[in-house]
């Protein structure tokens, strides 16, 4: 297919790497930043734009990939009205870019990017929705060209997909950033839990994480809990946060 990428972060980067590597071309990509669409389009062999009125208009498929709160306002935009519009959001119903086409669709990769980081897309669950049905079954074929994890999904089961997806990757993340603080504030290395954490995903990946859950809460452990709170009462962000969490867990844990 031909690919138009409208965006230039994290997402569009892989994405479009993906899709150049399983053979389809990278016509274009747009940025409001020349110098991050130049960047791109050189890795992708494409050409970059800095300005809407300039897409090509010989593309297959158009890839808006920018931040949620961008989405309709740049579908608005989009100035061909009988071509594929797709957005890559995991929490944007697909009806906020029906202003931009009357082919629509949403092609949503799982996954938590970063630029520097290489990643293997063939592991990465796509759920696609379409405005037909024939636009599902095309995004679906293209997402089965990247991944061998591929679905369709109504945007309402889409956010709440999303929703566990920030309980899971971003909130726990922001917590290995906390305890990242907790180690420095002693002169104590990171590197120290990296294998712990390594195989608290490991077991997420086989077990039901409520079936191995672990810790001082889990074992009721209220003496333990107490003597971390007192460590953390000047720092009364963190404090709520053990608070909450450990309840939770107490709550939930048999």
């Not at 796509?126 to 994890?149: M, P, R, T």
């Not at 191995?212 to 003597?227: C, H, I, N, S, W």
Request: negative net charge.
């Amino acid at each position: 297919m031909k690919v138009i990428l409208i965006g230039s972060g994290n997402v569009a980067t892989h994405l479009g790497g993906a899709l150049k590597a399983a053979g389809h071309d990278i016509l274009q990509v747009w940025s409001r930043n020349a110098n991050h669409a130049s960047a791109l389009a050189s890795l992708l062999s494409a050409v970059p734009i800095d300005n809407l009125d300039d897409l090509n208009d010989n593309g297959d498929i158009y890839i808006l990939s920018v931040a949620d709160d961008a989405i309709a306002d740049m579908a608005s935009d989009f100035p061909f009205k009988d071509k594929l519009l797709v957005h890559t959001s995991g929490t944007t119903e697909l009806d906020a870019i029906k202003s931009g086409s009357s082919l629509t669709g949403v092609f949503y990769p799982l996954q938590t990017f970063s630029k520097q980081k290489p990643i293997d897309f063939r592991n990465i669950p796509i759920v696609v929705e379409g405005s037909s049905e024939s636009i599902s079954s095309l995004l679906l074929s293209l997402a089965s060209d990247i991944s061998d994890k591929t679905e369709v999904v109504n945007s309402e089961k889409r956010r709440v997909l999303h929703l566990a997806a920030v309980f899971a990757c971003n909130f726990s993340n922001h917590l290995y950033a906390i305890a990242g603080e907790i180690l420095a504030e002693q002169q104590l290395n990171f590197d120290l839990i990296r294998p712990l954490i390594a195989e608290t995903a490991a077991k997420a990946q086989v077990y039901a994480p409520s079936q191995v859950q672990t810790g001082p809460a889990a074992r009721k452990d209220f003496g333990t809990m107490e003597r971390h709170l007192l460590y953390l009462e000047n720092k009364q962000e963190w404090y709520k946060i053990y608070k909450v969490l450990s309840e939770s867990i107490v709550n939930n844990t048999q």
